[in-house]
């Protein structure tokens, strides 16, 4: 109290207000009014010592259900909290409070024209808000040209991806960004930007456009995103370039909007490519591609020889004459016995497979599915003075051919390694019939 030192303690008088439930002690010189601590006291005692979450706690629970403080909001500890953050330099944890602290478009166009000042955009920038409020198109266009002056093209791009095509000029955006288009090296980067903005101005075919002269891979996202199948015929290989498994991905699961003969046309000039599709309709659906089974043998020869047998025993709509040609041609062997024996030929099939395969085993397979006794008797002839060939018959085709025709034609000086364990095989499997 003042001037308490020259107070006697009998000239101090304590007095109690009931209705206000306070006390006043007097003296001479002062009144001094005492009154016990309520809900906002503790509240500011608990800002002052700078523990915020504490008050904000405080804040949360009441001491009773119906007590409210009234000097206080969350608002006000919250802008205690920002305000003592921003004095001890730690703007990036301040800047997590600023939506609780600032509502209105005034206060948020202040804060971020102040960071953009002190060149700290980047710790506010995932702050600012797009609606509730919604700032002036003028704000998000100098926060836009911030990252465009400053060459953070990739920010800006993550900006005009995700921020409303309604709160700013795109129009202007895409100037400045035109504007800036003069170094190769930063060209590609806004190129993207640019193209970002032609999607959200609707203009879709100036976005397939600048992603095509970019051999940008995002071009597949668009088309299916949009739904750009039907117009993406004149880019076929132009996509196959970009990258090749996704665009054939695309044509073959899209083939009701890209009709297959339409792109065999557009990919005649392009073989490598036209027999990478066809292959692929062919393996989805045979009958999808009939009408070019012939045009595939030839490109499966070329291309794919390995896969040419099970093309041609699956496919049923190629031209067999012209098969052929093209399997002798390229001296494929089994191809070309497959096609002989299509044709009912099994002759000339089975002495491709004796004279150029030289596959004995083949040759009783191929005798086993035609059922010709007369390939047979040839197969038996063929073997005659070929010791391989004797010992291969016997060890496999022993139930299928006339042993002692087979026994008979072996020459008395003939050596047939192997000979007595085949013997001995074939007879055990007829004592086991």
């Known amino acids: 109290m003042y001037n308490d030192e020259l107070t006697s303690p009998f000239q101090f008088q304590i007095e109690y207000l009931p209705d206000e439930q306070c006390f006043f002690i007097l003296s001479p010189y002062d009144i001094v009014k005492a ?46 909290y920002v305000k003592s953050l921003m004095e001890a330099n730690q703007k990036e944890k301040a800047v997590e409070l600023f939506p609780r602290v600032y509502t209105t478009s005034k206060e948020w166009e202040e804060q971020i024209l102040t960071f953009i000042q002190r060149n700290e955009l980047d710790l506010i920038v995932s702050k600012i808000p797009t609606s509730k409020p919604q700032l002036d198109a003028a704000i998000y266009e100098k926060v836009l040209s911030t990252y465009l002056m400053q060459k953070k093209f990739e920010k800006l791009k993550e900006l005009l991806l995700q921020w409303p095509s309604n709160i700013f000029n795109l129009t202007s955006i895409d100037q400045l960004i035109r504007l800036q288009m003069d170094d190769e090296r930063t060209a590609k980067a806004l190129l993207e930007c640019s193209a970002v903005i032609a999607e959200k101005q609707g203009n879709v075919s100036k976005t397939l456009d ?40 695309m044509l073959i699961n899209h083939m009701d909007k890209l009709p297959v003969r339409s792109v065999y046309n557009v990919l005649q000039n392009s ?20 009408d070019f089974h012939t045009a595939q043998v030839s490109l499966y ?54 004279e150029q395969l030289h596959d004995i085993e083949e040759a ?30 016997l060890n496999h085709a022993g139930s299928d051919i006339n042993l002692q025709k087979l026994i008979d034609s072996i020459g008395a000086d003939l050596r047939i390694p192997g000979l007595r364990d085949s013997l001995c095989k074939i007879m055990q499997d007829f004592n086991i019939q």
């Open 271 to 290: 073989p490598r490519n036209l027999h990478a599709y066809l292959d692929g309709v062919f393996s989805k659906n045979p009958n999808d591609s009939r």
């Open 35 to 80: 009154e016990r601590r309520d809900y906002d006291d503790h509240i500011e005692y608990l800002i002052n010592k700078k523990r915020f979450e504490d008050a904000i706690k405080a804040f949360e629970n009441p001491p009773s259900p119906n007590e409210k403080p009234k000097r206080y909001n969350p608002q006000t500890i919250y802008l205690a």
């Open 364 to 393: 009783i397979k191929f005798c086993r599915e035609t059922g010709s006794e007369q390939l047979w008797t040839r197969l038996i002839e063929q073997s005659v003075g070929k010791p391989e060939f004797i010992r291969g018959l």
């Open 210 to 249: 600048i992603y095509l002269k970019m051999d940008n891979a995002q071009v597949f996202q668009l088309i299916e995103r949009k739904n750009l199948h039907a117009e993406i015929l004149p880019h076929i290989e132009k996509l196959m370039s970009i990258n090749r498994k996704t665009a054939l991905d």
């Open 301 to 354: 020869a070329n291309y794919e020889p390995e896969k040419l047998l099970g093309f041609l025993r699956k496919a049923g709509n190629y031209n067999l004459q012209e098969a052929l040609a093209i399997c002798e041609v390229k001296n494929l062997y089994r191809e070309t016995v497959f096609l002989y024996g299509r044709a009912g030929n099994g002759p000339v099939a089975l002495q491709i497979i004796l």
